[in-house]
C-alpha cells in the first residue's frame, strides 16, 4: 500500500462525561502528509510536456438593468469634498460555459493525462460604477456599441479562470503535494472497566504519529508494524462489544471510537478503501462523532479519504521509501509552474473532448477492474455512484429510469458525508425515521415520488438550503421542519396540502421561499 510523508504536532482534548460513564479522551494530531501525484511520474519526461485546455463557447444570457449607488463630482469640480452620491445605471450581463477539457502531452505528441473540468456560471457589467450613465438614456445610447465587445471580454474572463483551474489540476495530476491534516486519536477511562490492553495500543500509535516529526519521510516498516498491532488490539475488543448494552465495557459509543482509531492507523498507512469503510462504521455506530469538529470529525476524514481514493484509484499500490519520496517532492520543485498551458476557446474544444473521451474510455475499464478486484468488500452499493465536484461536493443521483425504487434505501443512511441527494421520480412511498442522520446534506430533491409524511428527525438536516418535495402526496410537514434555518428553497407543488397549513409551514419557516 502507500505511504505518506507526516509530521506531527500533538494537543490533547479531554471529552468530559459522567462519572457514572466512560471518559473518552481524544489526543488531535496535526500531521503533514506528502500526497503523492495522480501520474506516474517515473514514466513521464518533464521537460517536454504540454498543457493544453479548450473550454466550450459562453452563452450569454439577457442583460439586467441594475441600479446602484456611485460616488460623482459635480462637472468643474476638482475637489473630492465635492462628490455627491448619485444612482446610477448599469448592465449586467449573465453567461454560462459547460466547462472545459484539460490534455497534457508529452514531446512525442502522447496523451499523458486528460481531465474534464466543471462548468461555469458568472457574469460581466457594463456601466458600473459610472457617473455617465445616471440617466438610463445615455446607458441605453452607448450600449449597443458596447454589446459588440461584451462577448471578447466573457471568453477572455473565461478563459482566465479556466487557466487558473487547470494550474491547479496540472499540480495535482504531476506533481507531489505536502498536505496539512488533523487526525484524532481516542483513549479511555472508566473505574468499572480495564482499557489497560486499548489505552496502550492507543499509547503506541501516538507514538509513531509525534515520532514522524523528528525528520523521517516516510513511515518505514517499524512503524508500520506498530500500527498493524494497535490496529489488532482494537478489532479484537471489538469483537466483544455489546451494542445495545450502555454500560459494556466495549458499547456501543466505545466501539465508535475504536473504529475511528482503526480508521486513522489505516489512513496513516495508506488503506484508503479499509480507512473508509472503518470512518463509515464508526459514525453509522454513533451519529455525534460525524459532526465536524476542529476538522477531525469522521465528515472530514469520510470527505478526505474519498478524495484520495479517487486520487490512488489509478496509482501503484508500491510503498514509497525516503529516497523515492525526496525525488517527487524535487520534480515539483523543478517543475511546477513551468510547463506550458495554452487556453483555447470554441474552436479546440470538440478536438480535445474527443481526446478526452477516448482517454476517459481506457481509464474506466482500467477503474473498473481496479474496484473489483479492491473493494469486493463493499457492501453498500450506492457507494460508487457517489461523485465529487469542487463545486457541489459528494453528489448522489439515483435515476429513475429502468430501476425504480419503491422505497428509500437503508444503504443511502450510511452515506452521512454526502452533500446532494437527488431521487426524483421513482415510487417511494415512505422516508425512514432517522432520515436526519444525512446531517451534511444541502440539496435533497424527492419529487415525483409517493411520499405521505415527513419524519421530524429531518430537523436534524441544520445544513439543508433546497428541498424539493414536489408532486408527492404530502399533507402536513413535522413542526421539527422549524430547525432547518438554513433552508432557503422549498417545493411543495403538487401535494394536497391545506391553506391553513401552508399558513403554519410559513411561519415555521419565515426566511424560506415556498413554492406551491
Known amino acids: 500500500m502507500k505511504a505518506f510523508v507526516v509530521f506531527c504536532a500533538a494537543t490533547l482534548v479531554a471529552a468530559g462525561t459522567p462519572a ?74 449573465p453567461h454560462h460555459t459547460d466547462g472545459a477539457v484539460i ?54 474572463d473565461v478563459r482566465d479562470l479556466y487557466r487558473t483551474i487547470s494550474e491547479r489540476t496540472v499540480d495535482e495530476a504531476l506533481f507531489a503535494v505536502v498536505r496539512e491534516d488533523k487526525i484524532p486519536l481516542f483513549s479511555f477511562r472508566d473505574k468499572r472497566h480495564d482499557y489497560q490492553q486499548e489505552n496502550t495500543a492507543a499509547g503506541g500509535a501516538a507514538t509513531i504519529y509525534r515520532g514522524l516529526n523528528d525528520g523521517a519521510l516516510v513511515l518505514g516498516p517499524t512503524g508500520r508494524e506498530r500500527l498493524e498491532a494497535s490496529i489488532a488490539r482494537w478489532t479484537e475488543a471489538l469483537d466483544q462489544a455489546d451494542m445495545q448494552d450502555k454500560q459494556a465495557r466495549i458499547s456501543r459509543k466505545v466501539a465508535a471510537r475504536l473504529h475511528a482509531n482503526i480508521g486513522v492507523a489505516q489512513m496513516m498507512m495508506g488503506e484508503t478503501i479499509e480507512a473508509k469503510r472503518s470512518f463509515e462504521t464508526s459514525s453509522r455506530m454513533w451519529g455525534a462523532t460525524v459532526s ?30 525516503a529516497e523515492q519520496t525526496e525525488h517527487r517532492l524535487d520534480l515539483a520543485d523543478r517543475y511546477r509552474g513551468k510547463i506550458p498551458l495554452t487556453v483555447f476557446g470554441g474552436e479546440r474544444y470538440e478536438t480535445l473532448s474527443a481526446v478526452h473521451l477516448e482517454q476517459a474510455t481506457v481509464r474506466l475499464v482500467q477503474d473498473i477492474a481496479t474496484e473489483k478486484a479492491t473493494d469486493e468488500g463493499v457492501v453498500n452499493r450506492y457507494e460508487n455512484q457517489v461523485m465529487h465536484t469542487s463545486t457541489q461536493g459528494f453528489v448522489l443521483f439515483l435515476m429513475p429510469y429502468g430501476n425504480k425504487l419503491d422505497t428509500f434505501p437503508d444503504e443511502i443512511l450510511e452515506l452521512t458525508h454526502l452533500n446532494r441527494l437527488r431521487a426524483p421520480g421513482h415510487g417511494i412511498e415512505k422516508l425512514p425515521d432517522d432520515i436526519g442522520q444525512l446531517s451534511a446534506l444541502e440539496v435533497l430533491d424527492l419529487s415525483g415520488n ?46 394536497p396540502i391545506s391553506d391553513q397549513e401552508l399558513s403554519r409551514i410559513r411561519r415555521l419557516l419565515p426566511n424560506c421561499k415556498i413554492k406551491m
Open 20 to 93: 457514572t460513564a466512560t471518559r473518552f479522551e481524544r489526543e488531535t494530531f496535526k500531521v503533514r502528509t506528502v500526497q503523492m501525484p495522480l501520474l506516474d511520474v517515473d514514466r513521464i519526461d518533464y521537460g517536454t510536456l504540454t498543457v493544453e485546455v479548450a473550454h466550450d463557447v459562453p452563452e450569454i444570457g439577457e442583460p439586467q438593468l441594475r441600479t446602484t449607488k456611485t460616488w460623482c463630482r459635480p462637472n468643474g469640480s476638482k475637489s473630492l469634498k465635492d462628490a455627491v452620491e448619485v444612482p446610477t445605471h448599469y448592465y449586467e450581463i
Open 450 to 495: 409517493r411520499i405521505i409524511g415527513v419524519p421530524g428527525n429531518i430537523g436534524q438536516m441544520t445544513q439543508l438550503r433546497k428541498l424539493d418535495l414536489a408532486n408527492n402526496r404530502i399533507e402536513r410537514l413535522p413542526d421539527e421542519i422549524s430547525r432547518l434555518q438554513s433552508l432557503k428553497s422549498l417545493s411543495l407543488k403538487g401535494n
Open 292 to 321: 465536524r469538529s476542529n476538522g477531525t470529525g469522521n465528515a472530514d476524514l469520510l470527505a478526505r479519504i474519498a478524495e484520495r481514493r479517487q486520487r490512488e484509484a489509478r496509482q501503484s499500490s508500491e510503498v514509497f521509501d
Open 103 to 156: 490534455v497534457v502531452r508529452s514531446g512525442d505528441g502522447s496523451v499523458v493525462h486528460s481531465e474534464r473540468l466543471d462548468p461555469h456560471d458568472g457574469h460581466v457589467r457594463f456601466g458600473y460604477d459610472q457617473c455617465r450613465y445616471w440617466l438610463q438614456s445615455q446607458l441605453d445610447e452607448d450600449w449597443a456599441v458596447g454589446m459588440k465587445r461584451i462577448p471578447g471580454e466573457i471568453d477572455n
